[in-house]
Structure formats: structure tokens, C-alpha cells
């Protein structure tokens, strides 16, 4: 089954019938209603204005995309989307692993305009959805400020923030979705609003952690920031045959370590790394790593320790080249995911899972702390109480094995893991093959934000294979 049919069978592009392609005139109608540019294939500046982050997605083809300028070409894109039963999705880094952010045969609405960052004297900021991290990161810091957010300088905030919004110091502060006080949000019947614990409270209560693209198209959101410090860093860097001590180790050793200390390993065929955080004095961070080596019982083959300004520990951990096939601009690589929830029986086996396909990366991510003080449902995010999450990455270049050959590979991982692992997944790592991901990304909260999706999107305008949204195409008429 080629992509094309995998979408529409899925809702994700119109069934025959139930919507015809816009005539031309319609479509000039749109364009002039537009403070953005409009692409249609054919136009120039189409061709680069269609492409996301990976560079895997190219051969998809959406019917426009529109640069917006303004909200007001948001509501018009969705009415539009609406009235012809397209496919609509938003845009803003372009991350999204299975690509779902360039929508085959509908239309994009690309945000990369909407990239203001405005730091506001009472700690606040107020940031677009098109804004990337790194900019976020440079602004705030001059400010004396600091939104707790990812290390990779090209995401964009919204689809960091809709999932949670894992980052290098989680433990001390929090997801990126914790900090957030309101969010500006088009929802499927053209509306715009500003939504927050006090005004639809439900749609705010989604939008922390239930996942971009599934309830609206937010175009600015207003978060709570921390006051800059400087960081100290390490890395250490063991003999690949200690890993599975180093993660027998590293499971016991971080949950009993002070919030301050956030810290992520790197486990591959050739690989056994730990690499993180400190928000206090480096000659404490010093004594608690001599404490993890004594329990790795190796030692490492590199030990650096730093301390920085923030800015300077956020750069230093957005590693280019530790993506397989990834270019500064765009990347070639997909990804999946599943959460530690428990300490592991037998750390050796998962090592063995992780590392016996020479073209798998995991990255492990440190839970705990400020993640898991608030409660499983206070958010939609559901994983607050787990030890780790942890990402695999394969290259999905020709010489990599190709996109199929990589998800292969990954599912391999991805299904190998013991019970420890259950049925779980971070949902800003999609994974367009996941079994049962509503229960993997949503756990207890599916059926609340299946609810959430049903109030604000009962038409299924922003429905897409992994959405929470019923597809256009399953809607009967009676119901609309």
C-alpha cells in the first residue's frame, strides 16, 4: 500500500465523493482574500514552500499551502478546508516523524511567520506558534529569561509545547506545557480565541500534552518563564560493553539524585554515554557522578564537566551530528518511542534489544522531579510518573536502508522491549506504525481528549491517521 492510499483510507485525504477537487476560481478567491503568499503547484516558490523538516516527504503533493500572515488567514484556510472537505494541518518546525504536517492533497498552513517573541517585564512571554527554539532560547536569554523547552534549535515551539515538551532541565522546572498560561487558538468552525484555565478550560486542559494538529490551529501562545542561571554540563563516555551497567546503574542512581541533576544517555552498537545538568554548584554535580561510576563499576573513557551560561548548555546539547543523516537545515531519519515506567528486571536484555541493529540510536531522556508532581490527569500528558523516556532513531537515507528498511528496524526495538516498557509512547515522537498509540500516547486521558476533539472538531476537519479527531470521511451526515 503506497503512502497516498494509506492517508486516504485513513480520513486523511477526501474520499471520492464526499468532496471534488476546489475549482480554479475558488481557489483565486481564496489567495485574494490572503495577506500571505499562497502556493499552488505550479506556482513558483511552491516547490520550497511544500517542504518540511525531512526530506522523506518531498514526493507528497498538498493541493496549497498558505504562508500566513495573520489569523485572519488561519480562519480563512480552515473555512476553506471546511467547505470542500480537504485535509487541513498546521506547520510550524516541520518535525512531525511521519510527516503529517505535509498533507498530501490538502492544505498546509505554514506558521513560520507567525515567529514573535515578546519577553514582557512580570516573567512572562508571549511567543508565536511559528517560533523556533533557538531564536526563543537567544531572546529570552538577553531578557534575563528562560522557557524550559528542547535542546534542538529548529523545533518549533507549538508542536513541542501541544505534547509536553521534554528538555534538559525537566526535573527542576517542568514540561514546556507546564509553563503554559494561555494559547491562541482557529478551531474547526473559523473561531479564534484565547483559551485558558479560565476560558474553555477543557480545550487549555488538551492543549498541554494532547498533541498538535488535533483540536485547532493555535497561532500564539503566553507562557510562564524562570529567571536565567548559569549550568554546569558533563559528559561522560564509557566502553561500549559497560552499557548495560551503566543503565543498571543509571536507573537506580538518577530518581534518588536531586531535581537539579537532569541528565540523558546515548546507548548504539558503538555507544555508551551520559550526558547532563546541573543547576548548582559543579563540585556537587562532581561528587554525585563519582557516585555513578562507583555503581557502573567501569571507568569512563571521557569525563568532561562545564559550566556555562544557559544559553551555552542549550547549543551544546543540540547535536547535529548525533542525528543519523541529518544536514544543519533538514534531516533524513525517523523515530519512535516507548516510556520507562518501572526499574528494569534485567537492564543486560533491553541493552541487547537496543544495540543489536548497527543503525539504531537510542536517547534517554531522564522523568522525575517537577514532571511528576503533577498529577497524571491536572494535564493531558499522561507519562508524569515515569523514570525515562527514550527515543529511537534510525536514518531512512537510500544507504540507510530506506524509510521502510529504517521502521523495520525500529519496530523491532520498538516491540522487543519487555513488559517494563507496556503499551507507551511520547506522542511528539509519532509513529505512524505504533500498536493500540491512542493508549500509547494518551494512556488514561484518551477518552477525556477523544471528547475535547468530538466538541471543538465534530466535522473531523482536522482528523489525520494518528488525530483524535473522526475522519471527515467516517462522519455520516446525520451527525454533522
Not at 232 to 249: N, Q, R
Request: proline share 8%; with cysteine.
Amino acid at each position: 500500500m503506497d503512502r497516498r492510499t494509506f492517508l486516504r483510507i485513513s480520513g486523511a485525504v477526501p474520499v471520492a465523493g464526499l468532496a471534488g477537487a476546489p475549482p480554479p476560481d475558488d481557489w483565486e478567491r481564496l489567495r485574494k482574500r490572503l495577506a500571505g503568499p499562497l502556493f499552488r503547484p505550479g506556482d513558483p516558490g511552491y516547490p520550497e514552500a511544500k517542504q518540511g523538516f525531512f526530506t522523506m516527504y518531498d514526493d507528497r503533493l498538498p493541493a496549497t499551502v498558505i504562508a500566513a500572515a495573520r489569523v485572519e488567514d488561519v480562519q480563512a484556510a480552515v473555512a476553506f478546508a471546511a467547505r470542500h472537505g480537504l485535509p487541513v494541518a498546521a506547520r510550524s518546525g516541520g518535525h512531525s516523524y511521519p510527516g503529517y504536517s505535509t498533507v498530501d492533497g490538502g492544505i498546509v498552513v505554514d506558521l513560520s511567520r507567525f515567529s514573535g517573541i515578546e519577553p514582557r517585564p512580570d516573567g512572562r512571554v508571549v511567543i508565536g506558534a511559528g517560533a523556533r527554539l533557538g531564536p526563543i532560547a537567544t531572546t529570552l536569554a538577553a531578557a534575563g529569561r528562560v522557557l524550559p523547552a528542547g535542546s534542538c534549535a529548529t523545533v518549533g515551539i507549538a508542536g513541542l509545547a501541544l505534547g509536553g515538551g521534554v528538555g534538559v532541565l525537566d526535573r527542576e522546572h517542568g514540561l514546556t506545557c507546564d509553563h503554559l498560561e494561555a494559547a491562541r487558538v482557529v478551531t474547526a468552525d473559523g473561531r479564534v480565541g484565547t483559551v485558558s484555565a479560565a476560558s474553555e478550560p477543557d480545550l487549555f486542559w488538551a492543549l498541554r500534552g494532547g498533541g498538535g494538529g488535533n483540536f485547532g490551529i493555535v497561532t500564539g501562545f503566553t507562557f510562564r518563564t524562570v529567571p536565567v542561571a548559569d549550568v554546569a554540563t558533563f559528559t561522560l563516555k564509557f566502553p561500549p560493553a559497560a552499557a548495560a551497567a551503566l543503565l543498571a546503574a543509571w536507573q537506580a542512581w538518577q530518581p534518588a539524585a536531586p531535581d537539579e541533576l537532569w541528565s540523558g544517555m546515548g546507548l548504539a552498537w558503538n555507544e555508551a554515554s551520559l550526558g547532563g545538568t546541573f543547576l548548582g554548584p559543579r563540585a556537587r554535580m562532581h561528587a554525585l557522578l563519582e557516585d555513578l561510576v562507583r555503581r557502573v563499576g567501569t571507568a569512563p573513557t571521557e569525563w568532561t564537566e562545564d559550566v556555562q551560561d544557559h544559553l551555552g548548555a542549550m547549543r551544546s546539547f543540540d547535536d547535529q551530528e548525533s542525528r543519523p543523516s541529518a544536514a544543519a537545515d533538514r534531516g533524513t531519519y525517523i523515530g519512535t518511542s516507548r516510556m520507562l515506567t518501572r526499574p528494569l528486571a534485567d537492564p543486560g536484555a533491553v541493552v541487547e534489544v537496543l544495540t543489536r541493529d548497527p543503525g539504531v540510536r537510542t536517547i534517554v531522556d531522564a522523568g522525575g522531579g517537577a514532571i511528576a508532581r503533577v498529577g497524571v490527569r491536572e494535564t493531558a500528558f499522561p507519562h508524569r510518573t515515569a523514570l525515562a523516556n527514550l527515543q529511537f532513531l534510525h536514518g531512512a537515507a537510500p544507504e540507510d536502508g530506506g524509510e521502510a528498511g529504517a521502521r523495520r528496524s525500529l519496530a523491532a526495538v520498538r516491540d522487543g522491549l519487555g513488559p517494563e516498557f507496556g503499551t507507551t509512547g511520547y506522542v511528539n515522537y509519532l509513529d505512524p506504525e505504533m500498536p493500540d498509540w491512542p493508549e500509547a500516547y494518551y494512556g488514561v486521558n484518551v477518552a477525556r481528549l477523544r471528547a475535547v476533539a468530538r466538541k471543538y472538531d465534530p466535522r473531523g476537519i482536522f482528523a489525520f491517521p494518528q488525530g483524535l479527531s473522526v475522519p471527515h470521511s467516517t462522519v455520516h451526515l446525520g451527525e454533522t
